[in-house]
């Protein structure tokens, strides 16, 4: 694995304009065209206004910048990491391990909810020290991608 070097920075809510919220949802559906192969493009199309959404009213954002280029970001809200995504060629680069650390140790993070049809991802948070302690049959908009429910150990 060869690491980036990036910058993290909290994006404060009165921040985020559309142009940011813009290039986020375009990255968000670049990450999970790459990762989340069980989506279908409806399942795409349905939930990206739930992340501009969410881009928008998430307690913290944190966006990890390669340069000038946004490489992943972060969103956390009560203790619990709602999203993280990374733009495709910054997979395995240390982005997603260095935006965890950041909202572990500087936000409380302790929980993390992961579908359990992107293996990946559910690795990805056990190394992180992240362990299943529910799982869910639907995701929070009830479709039928099960969600796993992880805590920090």
């Known amino acids: 694995?060869?690491?980036?070097?990036?910058?993290?920075?909290?994006?404060?809510?009165?921040?985020?304009?559309?142009?940011?919220?813009?290039?986020?949802?375009?990255l968000w559906e670049r990450s999970v065209r790459a990762s989340h192969h069980f989506l279908?493009?409806?399942?795409?199309?349905?939930?990206?206004?739930?992340?501009?959404?969410?881009?928008l009213t998430i307690d913290t954002l944190l966006l990890a910048r390669n340069g000038q280029e946004c490489a992943a970001f972060c969103g956390i809200q009560d203790s619990k990491i709602e999203m993280l995504f990374a733009a495709p060629e910054f997979f395995g680069k240390g982005i997603g391990r260095q935006l965890v650390g950041i909202a572990v140790k500087e936000h409380?993070?302790?929980?993390?909810d992961v579908n359990e049809q992107n293996p990946h991802a559910a690795g990805f948070y056990r190394h992180m020290g992240f362990e299943e302690y529910r799982r869910d049959e639907t995701d929070d908009q009830g479709n039928p991608f099960p969600i796993l429910r992880m805590r920090l150990k």
Not at 5 to 24: F, G, H
Not at 40 to 55: C, H, M, Q, T
Not at 108 to 112: E, I, K, N, R, S
Request: no cysteine.
């Open 1 to 26: 694995m060869t690491k980036t070097t990036t910058t993290v920075t909290e994006i404060r809510k009165e921040q985020r304009d559309t142009a940011l919220t813009e290039a986020l949802a375009y």
């Open 40 to 55: 279908k493009e409806g399942d795409i199309a349905s939930l990206k206004p739930y992340v501009k959404e969410a881009l």
């Open 108 to 112: 409380g993070a302790t929980l993390v």
